[in-house]
């Protein structure tokens, strides 16, 4: 019995990589308070510190706000998720 992470495929995969594969895509960031931030990923630090461009704010599901580039603080972050709806689709 190994106390290790198991390999699926003889890949290990960590948040780590995650955050990396996710640049320049479409991203979901939820805040604490509740609030969307939708737009794309263009850099992460080791603070979860996040730029996006192209970013669209949605408060209780209904868009509010547009700006184009946005800086959020890490410790403002609840999770990170990849989209592929738009907002077209009511995501």
């Known amino acids: ?7 699926a495929s003889g890949t290990t995969k960590t948040p780590n990589d995650f955050l990396k594969s996710i640049r320049g895509r479409p991203v979901v960031v939820k805040l604490n308070s509740g609030v969307d931030y939708r737009g794309l990923l263009t850099c992460l630090d080791g603070y979860m510190n996040i730029a996006m461009e192209q970013t669209e704010e949605y408060v209780n599901g209904q868009l509010k706000e547009k700006y184009g ?9 609840l ?12 995501a």
């Open 79 to 90: 999770y990170i998720s990849t989209t592929t709806k738009t907002s077209a689709d009511g």
């Open 1 to 7: 019995m190994s106390g290790g992470v198991e390999k």
């Open 69 to 77: 580039d946005a800086f959020i603080r890490g410790n403002n972050v």
